[in-house]
């Protein structure tokens, strides 16, 4: 997308806008983090987040669909928390799913309905679900987790604990802090300091599902890249989320960030990809 210049100066810009976010106190942060979205959308349209072609989107909305879509019935009510552009729920209700997404972008937002008026989408943050108890079969994040202050992570979890039916499942899937840094910053500094504000580990994760109540909750031996292609390497290849802990603690001992970084895409270990149910 980008040169190295091009690239350094979003890096600067990204990491100015994360101390602002870092800093701003709990009752104007979702107005702090949409402004400094929108500052870096404007430096550069010419971001990402705006480059895929319709077929680009459609295939990796379908992809990232096939990581939820094992784990839950077909016609089961669920909710993506930052659905961004919307691409994996229109994936999800071409395959029989009751989807709502909520996105606290209004850029992204209406880069939703945009594309697709019949994406059940609204206004809303990780740590106040504005949805009623016990009312989702499944709630999931994808490439989310490491974008929310480090406060709010404990209320997300309880929040989407809140709105799940009894044996409902939430979802997370993150970049692995042990192969980071996966925003901009990588290149420029060993961890990331950009507006992934915070990357996570296996057992971080873990605590934070159970400390919100959920239960068994598990991984996947596969590589994602695998998984999202393969049904069945989804379903037979899930394990406890401590053995992927342990692969975690054994990663960490490869001192090459490369190959660590390589090491993690072939177990699955890249991105991390955690789901619990609610007993």
């Keep these: ?20 976010i870092l800093e701003s106190p709990k009752e104007v942060r979702t107005s702090i983090v949409a402004s400094a979205y929108e500052k870096l959308f404007a430096a550069f349209p010419d971001h990402s ?9 459609h295939r990796k909305g379908r992809l990232s669909a096939e990581m939820v879509a094992p784990l839950l019935p077909k016609s089961s009510r669920v909710l993506e928390v930052g659905c961004g552009r919307g691409d994996t729920l229109t994936a999800l209700r071409v395959l029989g799913y009751d989807c709502i997404g909520v996105e ?44 929310l202050h480090p406060e709010d992570v404990p209320r997300f979890f309880v929040e989407a604990f809140r709105v799940l039916r009894h044996g409902g ?8 802090r042990t192969t980071g840094p996966q925003d901009i910053s990588r290149g420029f500094t060993a961890v990331a300091e950009g507006l992934h504000l915070k990357e996570w580990t296996v057992s971080e994760l873990l605590d934070q599902f159970k400390a919100a109540g ?10 994602q890249f695998l998984a ?11 394990v ?22 390589l090491i993690g895409k072939l177990i699955g270990l ?4 955690l789901f619990g149910r609610k007993p």
């Design 1 to 20: 997308m980008q040169d190295r210049n091009r690239r350094r100066q979003q890096f600067e810009l990204e990491r100015a806008l994360r101390q602002e």
């Design 49 to 57: 987040v705006f480059d895929a072609s319709p077929e680009e989107r």
């Design 104 to 147: 606290p972008s209004i850029h992204m937002l209406n880069i939703c309905t945009e594309s697709d008026t019949r994406v059940n989408v609204r206004f809303g943050t990780a740590d106040k679900l504005d949805f009623p108890d016990n009312c989702f079969d499944g709630v999931f994040c994808q490439e989310v987790m490491e974008h």
């Design 169 to 176: 499942l939430l979802s997370v899937e993150t970049p692995n």
């Design 214 to 223: 959920f239960e068994k909750v598990r991984g996947l031996l596969a590589p």
């Design 228 to 238: 999202r292609r393969y049904r069945p390497v989804h379903c037979l290849t899930r």
């Design 240 to 261: 406890p989320a401590r053995v992927k802990h342990l692969q975690d603690l054994l990663l960490r001992c490869v001192l090459w960030r490369d190959i660590r970084t």
């Design 270 to 273: 890249d991105d991390i990809f």
